[in-house]
């Protein structure tokens, strides 16, 4: 049986205008430019240059519109998609999406291996078959699918039959181009594939190391060099040293940057930071201040049909149109200024928080700050600080950082003062700089003498410190 009930309930829906700077917020700067490319291209009522002071007539929101009941916002500005403001990189996340900094660059790995493919004498079907191989090579430089499940690729998407002999001759030839390690299925045959290239010219050393990560893979990755000299019956520890030298000196992802393959990366600071002696002088990059315009014509428009036959109904669809795009050029104005506003806002807070660090760029000068520091600060939510915080940066004389460098918890101290975990981390790296590599230290002992210079921290803290500065534990520090 149906019946009939009342509920009363709290909800809360984003406008499009704040679903347009959200969106924008989190673009960084290296994205920002071609995002209103994009949007100048779908939105005819929205022009580069300077906004110029309109006359009063020329306001398009004081139109008196006596069709303006009937022209409601919803109709032409549905929920899923907000009048085409869908932006590169949005997807599901929640307010602490993650955002990787931009860099440029200008080349692709797969296009230099294939142009290096091009200089064999292959014929189309072993060219196919080394094409499909070169696919199948990931960002790293490694091929991680089976053989026969390439040669199963080949047959159901070219009709080529192929057997998984025919495929790994290919692979070997791709495995001889720049760099050296590419198409490897192994860290070991990664490893190898270098060190045959320099077997003629590395001499005993070479040699030795091509033992080592043919014959002692195992024990080399636990640094068991006792058991290497054993199993090889070496006796010159010096030698041993040297190659062990030359393995960890190769390149273990021969796909990435410092390959020599892949063309230098640029990153594009979001913000310029000047010490004008002593006096610190914030602005932000040019591409972040672009001058944007409404269309006058559409204006007009707007205008014209004011003094028209208002009962026209292709007349009604056309202002529909004209309007819809004006307030979108509006919104997209708007939400820049707003953009810019807030980071201006955001990195003032943050240089006024660590002014010391960006007066001498000592780490140790680092404050502790959270996000909700910040956002009380310049007065906003927290969730609007960690866009800004996860996708800028900022230049300054000492480098670039990422804005999220400047945020770290606080570690107590025997003063009962709370410093930086930067700091902890500052002198956490530095201990092990100089342990005695023989010897490393463990993370009690660490513990130990962290707490000796005043700071209260857990074994397990030590262990997450050294974890995020990407050090590994003291038995794979441990050397000849």
């Known amino acids: 049986m149906q019946k009939l009930g009342l509920t009363q309930s709290l909800s809360q829906k984003l406008s499009p205008q704040q679903i347009q700077f959200i969106k924008l917020l989190q673009v960084p700067t290296a994205e920002l430019e071609t995002r209103i490319e994009e949007e100048l291209e779908i939105n005819p009522a929205l022009e580069e240059g300077k ?13 008196d519109n006596s069709a303006s009941d009937e022209l409601n916002i919803d109709e032409y500005l549905p929920d899923d998609d907000y009048a085409g403001y869908k932006m590169q990189g949005d997807g599901p996340g ?35 078959i080394g ?35 025919e495929v790994e001759e290919i692979l070997h030839l791709i495995q001889e181009f720049d760099p050296a390690g590419i198409g490897a299925r192994s860290l070991q ?53 040297e190659a062990i030298k030359l393995i960890t000196h190769l390149n273990p992802k021969p796909g990435g940057v410092g390959s020599g393959l892949v063309k230098t990366q640029y990153l ?15 602005s932000l990059n040019s591409r972040n201040a672009p001058e944007l315009k409404v269309s006058r014509d559409y ?70 700050m959270i996000l909700k520091d910040i956002a009380e600060e310049i007065g906003m939510d927290i969730s609007t600080v960690s866009r800004v915080a996860n996708s800028k940066t900022i230049q300054t004389e000492f480098g670039i950082y990422p804005l999220k ?21 500052h002198f956490l790296k530095e201990m092990i700089d100089a342990e ?16 000796k210079k005043g700071y209260q921290i857990a074994r397990r803290t030590v262990a997450k410190y050294r974890e995020q500065l990407n050090i590994p534990v003291a038995r794979l520090r441990k050397e000849l």
């Open 51 to 63: 906004e110029e002071e309109p006359k009063e007539a020329d306001d398009f929101d004081d139109i």
């Open 94 to 128: 929640g307010d602490e999406e993650e955002r990787e900094v931009p860099f440029s660059e200008s080349s692709t790995l797969s296009e230099q291996l294939i142009s290096q493919l091009g200089f064999l004498k292959l014929d189309e079907r072993q060219y196919a």
């Open 131 to 165: 094409r499909q191989l070169i696919g199948s090579i990931e960002a790293d430089g490694y091929i991680r699918r089976d053989l026969d499940a390439i040669v199963n690729d080949m047959a159901f998407s070219q009709n080529i039959e192929c057997e998984a002999d």
């Open 189 to 241: 045959e990664c490893l190898q594939l270098q060190i045959d290239r320099k077997i003629e010219t590395g001499g005993e050393v070479a040699q030795l190391a091509h033992h080592v990560v043919t014959d002692c893979f195992d024990e080399f990755t636990k640094k068991h060099y006792d058991k290497i000299s054993k199993k090889l019956e070496l006796e010159d520890d010096e030698l041993l040293k």
């Open 268 to 282: 594009i600071p979001d913000f310029m930071l000047f010490n004008n002696h002593g006096n610190l002088e914030l």
């Open 299 to 368: 204006s007009e428009m707007l205008q014209a049909y004011d003094k028209s036959n208002k009962k026209d109904k292709k007349l009604k669809e056309t202002v529909t149109f004209v309007k819809q795009k004006l307030d979108s050029a509006k919104w997209f104005i708007d939400a820049i200024k707003q953009r810019q506003q807030t980071l201006l806002n955001t990195m003032n807070s943050i240089i006024k928080y660590q002014y010391d660090f960006f007066l001498e760029g000592d780490e140790s000068k680092l404050r502790p």
């Open 405 to 425: 460098y400047f945020f770290s918890e606080g570690i107590s101290t025997d003063s009962g003062d709370d410093v930086s975990s930067r700091e902890v981390k």
């Open 436 to 451: 005695e590599k023989r010897k490393p230290l463990s993370d009690d002992k660490l513990e130990k003498l962290l707490k």
